[in-house]
């Protein structure tokens, strides 16, 4: 699977943004997905995650009840709608995705995922 992360940008504190991850092959939905950030100097953290056919999400507390995970596996692509966006959501985000059977529980570290896109750059400023 290869996956290619976009949307990014530069939005004030309070704003949204939709991240998008688009995914070659025909796999996609063997996948759960997940989107993860990084700051310079910092360890890359979990954001979220969403099972292969959707049904399942689970959410970094720092960002539950702003960011929402989805995904359309007909399009083969995966969001990331961020609303509400504080300067500290300022970072690199990458999607993620970990080949598993439905019922695997969702991955919360990236060390554990499987395959790796490019990242964005989302900057919220103040």
């Known amino acids: 699977v290869q996956l290619q992360a976009s949307g990014g940008g530069l939005v004030q504190a309070g704003g949204s943004l939709r991240l998008s991850c688009a995914a070659s092959g025909r796999t996609f939905s063997m996948h759960h997905m997940g989107w993860f950030r990084q700051v310079p100097g910092k360890e890359r953290e979990f954001v979220a995650a969403i099972s292969r056919g959707g049904g399942r999400t689970t959410y970094a507390d720092s960002i539950q009840g702003r960011f929402t995970i989805s995904r359309d596996n007909n399009q083969n692509t995966m969001y990331l709608q961020m609303n509400s966006l504080k300067p500290e959501d300022t970072a690199v985000y990458y999607c993620?995705?970990?080949?598993?059977?439905?019922?695997?529980?969702?991955?919360?570290?990236?060390?554990?995922?499987?395959?790796w896109g490019k990242g964005t750059q989302v900057t919220v400023s103040s």
């Open positions: 993620a995705a970990k080949r598993g059977i439905s019922t695997a529980p969702l991955v919360r570290t990236w060390e554990d995922m499987d395959y």
